[in-house]
């Protein structure tokens, strides 16, 4: 299942056959690049090829390493494989990368690279030259894997329950059920689980926070927030632009959700609504199961897609005839759930914990859409074209949650339970924006706060959790707990600031979805042209292939929360 067999090479620069067992083997291939002499334009365009082939190569060596790891945290093989990779080979590729950069933008013929895509692939280049420190090198090799620790600390974590040993993911699906006193002892569980980790894991954000302030300063900027803009290359928002995403969303999705909650306690028939309550099931329903086993998954989701449009459930029956699937949950197992796009051989690969559960679903379907834009924009010519900002990326995934819900009858036969799956997405859907704003305003504080102790970061999280947190919500006798939710998200202490995309990209998705009701086969025709121009052209560019608007204005943050708020109001019995 992890291997990287299955699909035939062709190279033009590379041998066919190549491993990474140390750094000579592919050191020389970055000093052919660095001499070659150029006579003309083609042969700016053949040296183009040839480091997109190298990079290529290199990025899926490093993705398949992850990947094992990932699988199994445990294995100690697979762990040393990846830990070698990042603390002895990239490096060293890091200052060669560099040079290859600047090597790049002082060609003779580079004023030839003209028009889209180029522009959008020098601007990178560019702001990659500009913000490069060597100092830096060997930090993000020792950050890189300080932050698998994380994955390590919770893939670790597990309850006994009712005799059997079960992971935080499986545990989670029992607070769907309908007995009240179960889902508290649940709950109390999970959390008591979480709190024997916390100082440990406030232990190693403090480390992860020395490094990266460390970076940025030796980048010359003010913070580490700064600093990651521009490494993220945010070229078509700023941090203040997000700074009113939250604000909008605050004021727009947090009554909606109060109203949501408050629902929802009056149909449980309950005085007050706790923490274990929220996502319960009513009294005589039982969880949402959407399938029965990780293969009904994959043989639904693939139905569910060709319905949608053949060519998409012919992207999903790749995958799972490549075997690039692992979605079994179970100890040992890294946390969370990815699509890792494998840029050389142009089929991903998705992870995910499954326990058969709605949500489990719509991550299936949700890495689903960055597969199918893995294996549509593989024919692009350059990795750079491939490698995508967040915000494009997640509109391929999050538009296919949505657009998908029109054909979930693949997956629940029965009406009612289909009219319950929808619902409930769709209040994931409005609690999810709030979430994604308190997360990524924690982030701004944090690194704007750059020498905070634990107690203030504890203090500053529950102060923001409160601004967009529903107040229908009775959190007397367990206050403590709200202290320890950001540490359970993978993002702030793996991939730092990565996850606002995901409230862009989520409003881009929803106004896909509304043109989808109105007309689906231009939506879809619209959504794949949009996937297969990669990063060839500007955030907005491509959200205007799709057929929506990159916007995140107060006036459109409104409108849009009021169509699934409209939506939802009709599901609700």
Known sequence: ????????????????????????????????????????????????????????????????????????????????????????????????????????????????LKGRPYEILLRQVKKRVEIFREANVLLFAELQQKEQEFSAISGAMSIEWEGQEITLQQANNFLEQDDRNKREQVYQKIMARRAMDANRLDDLMNELLVSRNEIAANADFKDFRDFMFASLGRFDYTANDCIQFHEAVEKFLVPINEKIDAHHRKELQLDVLKPWDVSAAVKGKVPLQPFSSTEDAMTKTIACFHEIDPFLGSCMSQMKQANRIDLDSRKGKAPGGYNYPLYETGLPFIFMNSTNSLRDMVTLVHEGGHAVQSIVDRPLELVDFKNLPSEIAELASMSMELISMEHWHHFFENKQELKMAKRKHLEDVLKGLPWIACVDAFQHWIYTNPNHTVEERSNAWLKTYERFASKSVDWSGVESVKKLLWQKQLHIYEVPFYYIEYGFAQLGAIAMWRNYRLNPEQTIKQYLDALKMGYTASISEVYEKAGVRFDFSEDYIRELAGFVNEEWEKLID
């Open 1 to 112: 299942m992890l291997n990287n067999d299955a699909l035939v090479l062709e190279r033009e620069y590379l041998p066919e056959k190549l491993e990474v067992s140390d750094w000579q083997v592919v050191e020389s291939y970055f000093h052919e690049l660095l001499s070659r002499k150029m006579l003309g334009f083609d042969d700016l365009k053949k040296w183009l090829r040839n480091r997109s082939e190298l990079e290529s190569f290199l990025q899926e060596e490093l993705g398949w390493r992850y990947i094992r790891m990932s699988c199994d945290t445990a294995n100690e093989e697979y762990s040393a494989a990846f830990n070698f990779f990042v603390g002895e080979i990239q490096p060293k590729i890091a200052p060669l990368s560099h040079q290859l950069d600047q090597f790049l933008l002082g060609n003779a013929f580079l004023s030839e």
